[in-house]
């Protein structure tokens, strides 16, 4: 019951949350409209690639919002990874399905993207927060340009533009192996600092 809210917690329905939820609603929406257009670069296409661009343009801004309000919660914790992974995520996973993208390039960032949230999430419980460097924060933009260009009918279209756009790629998955291993590193580093200062105060 609302009534039973301590007060210095925010309701969850709140304008940062409903944009994280239609994030999360737009990912199988650009899946059913990628297969459904079955790589004929038809309005379908154009669509899905407009809804990817809307909810990864958006990303960060239910974060700002929510900060800046102070509307922070636990669904909002919880939701926006979410929302980020499925998007990119479903987007692979179709693209894959339809052959133009080889599914040991997906099956690695997905892997890489599950395993940085799960572990995250792991170091939170430990009262560890680790915030995204700046090579994860490249990473995420490359990786979006590089996920909305494949999905752009063009890819089917013009060869220079599948040429750049397969560099994108390559250059997101590198940076994806990179930064993945970077924070693993930094996750570590932290986390003995931590041990060593706790151990010499007590």
Not at 33 to 51: M, P
Not at 142 to 152: H, P
């Amino acid at each position: 019951m609302a009534a039973d809210r301590p007060m210095n917690e925010p309701s969850p329905w709140n304008l940062p949350n409903a944009i994280t939820v239609v994030r999360i609603l737009f990912a199988p929406a650009v899946l059913w409209l990628l297969l459904a257009d079955a790589s004929q670069g038809g309005a379908a296409r154009w669509w899905a690639t407009v809804l990817f661009i809307v909810a990864m343009a958006s990303d960060g801004i239910d974060g700002h919002l929510a900060r800046a309000w102070g509307q922070i919660t636990d669904f909002g914790k919880l939701a926006d990874p979410i929302a980020d992974k499925g998007m990119t995520g479903l987007a692979l996973i179709g693209l894959s399905l339809l052959g133009e993208i080889w599914w040991w390039v997906t099956a690695l960032i997905l892997l890489r993207e599950v395993g940085i949230t799960v572990y995250r999430f792991v170091a939170l419980r430990h009262h560890l927060v680790l915030p995204a460097g700046r090579a994860g924060k490249i990473k995420t933009v490359v990786q979006s340009v590089a996920i909305a260009c494949a999905l752009a009918p063009l890819v089917l279209q013009l060869h220079w533009f599948a040429v750049t756009t397969w560099v994108l790629i390559g250059l997101a998955l590198v940076l994806t192996v990179y930064s993945g291993a970077a924070y693993v590193v930094d996750g570590v580093r932290e986390h003995r600092a931590r041990t060593l200062t706790e151990g010499s105060h007590s």
